[in-house]
């Protein structure tokens, strides 16, 4: 099992920035590719950003390109998600996830793929 706690949510104006964080414990980050996703209200949970187990290889979500970057701390068992130029169609609740692979460079971007998840940190960005 594989346990993932978000934080770093909160309430942000447009063009301001914030950075999340995924602590995950039970396996050792380093063996695990993980994600982070959203859901805004009444609407399905969306790919936002994905990072290998060896962190060399991450994959972005056409509306997150050039404003949002994932990266891993292995040393800290720890994902971020960095968000700049935050407008107010990111809102949404952000969840990270979990993907246990054998493959250190594989990314996965769909959430079939992802076995673990956390409980979410809302973002809302205010106009």
């Known amino acids: 099992q594989v346990q993932l706690v978000e934080s770093g949510g909160g309430l942000v104006q447009t063009g301001g920035s914030l950075r999340l964080s995924c602590a995950a414990s039970?396996?050792?980050?380093?063996?695990?590719?993980m994600g982070w996703f959203r859901q805004a209200p009444g609407k399905e949970r969306d790919f936002v950003a994905a990072i290998s187990r060896s962190g060399t290889n991450t994959y972005y979500a056409d509306s997150a390109k050039d404003r949002i970057t994932i990266s891993r701390d292995n040393a800290k068992n720890t994902v971020y998600l960095q968000m700049n130029s935050l407008k107010p169609e990111d809102t949404a609740v952000y969840y990270c996830?979990?993907?246990?692979?054998?493959?250190?460079?594989?990314?996965?971007?769909?959430?079939?793929?992802?076995?673990?998840w956390g409980q979410g940190t809302q973002v809302t960005v205010s106009s």
């Open positions: 996830a979990a993907s246990e692979t054998p493959h250190i460079h594989v990314i996965f971007t769909t959430r079939s793929t992802y076995a673990f």
């Open positions: 039970g396996r050792t980050l380093s063996n695990i590719a």
